[in-house]
């Protein structure tokens, strides 16, 4: 995948998020994400696996979001599953589920040997999680602190890390059974950092 500047990636977020998301707040939630406050932009989306570059964190959001409408767009979701959602509701979980992120990751530096053999030091990310308020339910917590949230989207955005995360699996379940749209979005989620994403 083509990594895009800074600039395009927030010009694409922006649309995106303005063309769907009017719910009250959200206004709010924006300007905090732009704002100085808020590294959404420019930071990461991991420290090496996925989208590990400036503006990594918002690309990805992005790619979740048109992989989840494009799920919700098949016949067999529709008519087997009969699971619907708004465009708001997709754009929101999609583009909001990785909050948890924002001022999460620092550079740092380590040293490594250049081609040549020579030592030198080399940026890198790493973890400074102000907030150990978990992931999925540290989203919710963001954005409830701004807009409110339906149940099934905040049920979705708490378990879009699905088995990949370290919750009681059983509690996973039974939220991909009574909120499908949790599923919806860990798909989603899943497709966009292996297949789109992946180093």
Known sequence: MEIRTVDEIREEFLDIY???ITREGSDKLLEYLLSSKSDF???PASTR???AYEGGLAQHSINV???LKAYMERPRVQEVYGLTA???TIAITALLHDLCKVNFYKVDFRNSKNDQGVWEKV???TVDDQLPYGHG???VYIISGFMKLSREEALAIRYHMGFSGIEDKNSIGKAFEKWPLAFALNTADMEASYFLESR
Do not use: L, Q, R
């Open 18 to 20: 303005k063309n769907n």
């Open 41 to 43: 932009f420019t930071a």
């Open 49 to 51: 696996y996925h989208s």
């Open 65 to 67: 979001y048109h992989c």
């Open 86 to 88: 708004s465009d708001e």
């Open 123 to 125: 940026p890198y990310y």
């Open 137 to 139: 339910e540290k989203s």
